[in-house]
């Protein structure tokens, strides 16, 4: 009965009925609590309606049934990092993140790709909380002006929850509401620092580096970056290291060697370029 409820689950996850997908395998859940899947089928349904708590505990729920580290457990990781990204944990998905990815890689498994991707976005937050506090402490009229749109957004996300908790919106309203606020936020703080940037003559500047330049393995600025069959680059000591190992392109799974790689010369250029313009790029 509980795999029927799952399967009936799945059907509405196909269809985009998340909610009524997650009501079902919730219901799984309460006749099955010992079955992994129900609860990694549910955490990507959550995160589909941005339930970041939600999805987190099932994530959590999934890989300690799996058992941690397992294959089965590592898409039940991917998960788990996504949940903490959306809670604005970028540090500890990224814990969770780089420990799955190099798992994968000696596994050779599929969630590799998602994985790399998850802890560069991770890396990513990680260095964007670290510029935010540079830069306010370099002025602290930029401080105040960004904690106000801090607070006014929590505010507004606070009366949102608010609604939903009443009954007067649902889920996906909730959803897209809450994604409107955050991204009006966003602008305005953009906004502020790039008025802020014109006025200081570029003295107080958010410093950004190219996703084109980062290493998907590694995960820093690369300084030999080569080709692969598949048209991506990676820098060379370990795209080099991974193939020996797996044997294969990391991003489509096809046979590869070594031999295969080829020298990207205007890449190569566009890091030491960058690297001699900002040098700290390094400490990324």
Wanted: aromatic share 8%; net charge negative.
């Amino acid at each position: 009965m509980s795999f029927e409820l799952k399967e009936k689950g799945n059907q509405l996850f196909k269809e985009g009925d998340y909610s009524g997908a997650e009501e079902l395998y919730s219901q799984a859940i309460q006749k099955n609590p010992r079955e992994p899947s129900f609860f990694t089928n549910r955490a990507v349904t959550r995160l589909r309606l941005e339930k970041w708590a939600g999805a987190e505990h099932d994530a959590r729920a999934a890989i300690d049934l799996y058992g941690p580290k397992t294959a089965a457990s590592l898409k039940s990781s991917y998960y788990l990092a996504q949940s903490l990204l959306g809670l604005q944990q970028p540090q500890e998905a990224y814990d969770v993140a780089i420990d799955a990815y190099r798992s994968s890689l000696a596994a050779k498994n599929a969630q590799t790709e998602n994985l790399s991707r998850t802890v560069l976005r991770s890396k990513q937050q990680i260095w964007a909380a670290k510029e935010t506090a540079r830069l306010r402490e370099m002025n602290e009229t930029l401080a105040s002006v960004e904690q106000l749109i801090e607070a006014d957004l929590a505010r507004g996300l606070d009366d949102l929850q608010q609604r939903l908790d009443r009954g007067e919106i649902g889920q996906i309203g909730f959803a897209e509401d809450e994604k409107a606020l955050r991204d009006d936020a966003q602008k305005n703080t953009e906004n502020l620092r790039e008025a802020f940037r014109v006025a200081s003559k570029g003295e107080i500047q958010e410093r950004i580096v190219p996703d084109y330049l980062i290493d998907g393995i590694t995960f820093e600025i690369m300084h030999d970056p080569v080709i692969t069959p598949s048209g991506s680059s990676f820098d060379r000591i370990g795209i080099m290291k991974y193939v020996e190992q797996a044997g294969v392109d990391p991003i489509t799974r096809t046979t590869m060697t070594v031999n295969d790689l080829r020298s990207n010369y205007a890449l190569k250029a566009a890091c030491e370029e960058f690297l001699t313009k900002n040098g700290w790029a390094v400490d990324w």
